[in-house]
């Protein structure tokens, strides 16, 4: 059983709507399964979620137009390294979300041709972020977003606001980029500043809120831009 998860809404065996990055998701467990897609598509993905790894298979012989795979390792059909072979025929990136988190099961997924190895639980940010880097690496990264009134160009470095280019400083547009990219998830104050500034940055968390400050003012962002207590701050649409 096949179901897609996109910008607009939820459909079975079919598409409607806007598509950005897709992403097949192959995870036998239900609830994680729709966990997944469901935070794929408030990131702005789209996303094939497959329970069955032979299922999955097949499917790839007629679309095969996907930009990324998260795979379990453990699934009915077709385990998910032999599922890998699958995807590397179709030149299909892998990243492997499983509860195997023996030392083998890593190097095997690793040394067979995955981009990256996630073991179960996971945190929903890490994830994206992995994602990120990945289609990044791969050159399949998306150069535009569209969130609220705004058009974010990343290849450009540059934000238009209903059509008119809003100037930032390079920090507040990296500051931007994360929290659109992240949109509805609320991000701590520290993961800001290691996500936007590096993980080596000295500084302290009050430059985030100067920061968040001057987007709030410069787009308008007062009411879209929410303080979340004790913790950081979301983006929402």
């Keep these: 059983m096949k179901y897609i998860f996109n910008n607009d809404t939820v459909t079975r065996n079919g598409v409607s709507g806007m598509a950005k990055n897709k992403i097949i998701v192959v995870e036998d467990e239900e609830?994680?399964?729709?966990?997944i897609a469901m935070n794929l598509r408030v990131a702005n993905y789209?996303?094939?979620?497959?329970?069955?790894g032979a299922e999955a298979a097949q499917s790839l012989k007629e679309n095969h137009e996907y930009d990324l795979a998260l795979l379990d390792v453990m699934l009915p059909g077709m385990d998910g390294f032999s599922l890998l072979e699958v995807m590397k025929e179709?030149?299909?990136?892998v990243i492997f979300l499983t509860a195997k988190e023996d030392?083998?099961?890593k190097i095997a997924g690793l040394k067979g041709g995955a981009e990256d190895y996630i073991v179960k639980p996971f945190e929903v940010l890490e994830l994206l972020v992995r994602m990120e880097k990945v289609l990044e690496r791969t050159n399949r990264l998306e150069s535009r977003l569209k969130v609220l009134d705004m058009e974010i160009n990343f290849?450009?470095?540059?934000v238009r606001q209903n059509g008119r280019e809003i100037l930032l400083k390079p920090m507040e547009f990296e500051l931007l980029c994360v929290l659109a990219k992240n949109k509805n998830i609320a991000i701590s104050r520290e993961n800001l500043l290691s996500m936007v500034w590096g993980v080596d940055y000295m500084g302290e968390t009050r430059t985030v809120d100067v920061h968040i400050g001057q987007l709030r003012k410069k787009l308008n962002l007062g009411e879209h831009i929410?303080?979340?207590?004790k913790m950081g701050y979301r983006l929402e649409e």
């Design 31 to 35: 609830a994680i399964a729709k966990m």
């Design 226 to 229: 929410k303080t979340v207590s």
């Design 46 to 52: 789209e996303a094939a979620v497959f329970y069955d």
């Design 90 to 93: 179709y030149k299909i990136p």
């Design 155 to 158: 290849e450009e470095h540059t």
């Design 103 to 105: 030392l083998d099961s």
